[in-house]
């Protein structure tokens, strides 16, 4: 099967599952693109005539919150005809494509209210120490700072649990610190 074949198949699939309209580009591979978020690629098997693969894609970002997650995928002969293939989509591919996929979006929601909270408390630090720098990766946001010879560096973590490390401060700066901090947090 060629590209334009494919492309011709997705369109006639999509008639026939609810839901379900084709996305294609040129140069891009055809896409099935269904009710909450499901975006199933489908591709031709080069080493076997007549033969296409459908394969249920994830959000981007999923893999840091679903590292393990399961592929989701069939092998169809596309001589069966659309009908036949929108069957074997919905009885084979989607059920537990579609388990897998809420359990990600459901994951990715709450990693999104994690990092606003990180970022949140984050900002709170900076706001309180001039000249902090704010060092943030998938984990963590770090916040290193200075204040004459005290210095210190603030790790909020990705559950927005805190790592607080402090030299040299004063009773009243380590109280203001931990003050804020606490209120953030409740």
Request: charged share 25%; net charge neutral.
């Amino acid at each position: 099967m060629n590209a334009w074949e494919v492309e011709e198949l997705v369109i006639e699939v999509a008639e026939h599952l609810d839901g379900f309209t084709p996305l294609i580009r040129a140069g891009h591979p055809a896409y099935l693109i269904g009710p909450a978020g499901a975006r199933l690629v489908v591709h031709p098997l080069w080493s076997q005539r007549g033969r296409i693969r459908v394969l249920g894609v994830y959000p981007d970002g999923s893999r840091s919150v679903l590292p393990n997650q399961k592929r989701h995928e069939i092998t169809v002969t596309a001589a069966r005809g659309a009908a036949s293939i929108a069957k074997r989509i919905e009885r084979r591919l989607l059920p537990g494509y579609r388990n897998d996929l809420t359990t990600c979006r459901e994951l990715l929601a709450a990693k999104a209210i994690q990092d606003g909270t990180r970022d949140q408390l984050a900002e709170t630090l900076a706001e309180l120490l001039p000249d902090a720098t704010l060092t943030a990766n998938e984990r963590a946001t770090v916040v290193l700072w200075r204040l004459g010879a005290t210095s210190g560096t603030f790790t909020v973590h990705s559950d927005a649990t805190t790592t607080i490390q402090i030299h040299a401060a004063d009773r009243e700066l380590a109280e203001r610190i931990a003050d804020a901090v606490h209120h953030r947090a409740s």
